[in-house]
Nanobody, 127 residues
């Protein structure tokens, strides 16, 4: 079974940093991407960042560009999200996601594969 083990998160003051990690296991397909979505209270889930296994290409939402950095260790099927200069607007539950294809070219439907989600980790940024 596919499993996503997420860690990191917590409470930090504005301007501080946190690091999230997401380790995926139990699958044998190539050409996937790992990343994070987040959901703030009363808001829709937002795609935050993503990194592609095939070529290392990345995606960042406009709201986190220049502050967050995603990296990966493909040998461990693990991604890391370094979050710097955190703002209160970054508060929310962060969900790790295993999806298919590159960040900019989703192939899950074509390949008949479903997405997988981690359990969510709370990030709280105080002002």
């Amino acid at each position: 079974d596919v499993q996503l083990q997420a860690s990191g998160g917590g409470l930090v003051q504005a301007g501080g940093s946190l690091r999230l990690s997401c380790a995926a296991s139990g699958f044998a397909f190539d050409d996937y991407n790992l990343g994070w979505f987040r959901q703030a209270p009363g808001k829709e889930r937002e795609r935050v960042s993503c990194i592609s296994s095939s070529d290392g290409s990345t995606f960042y939402s406009d709201s986190v560009k220049g502050r967050f950095t995603i990296s990966s260790d493909n040998a461990k099927n693990t991604a890391y999200l370094q979050m710097n200069s955190l703002k209160p607007d970054d508060t929310g539950v962060y969900y790790c996601a295993l999806r298919w294809g590159r960040c900019d070219y989703y192939s899950g439907h074509d390949r008949g594969l479903r997405d997988y989600w981690g359990q969510g980790t709370l990030v709280t940024v105080s002002s």
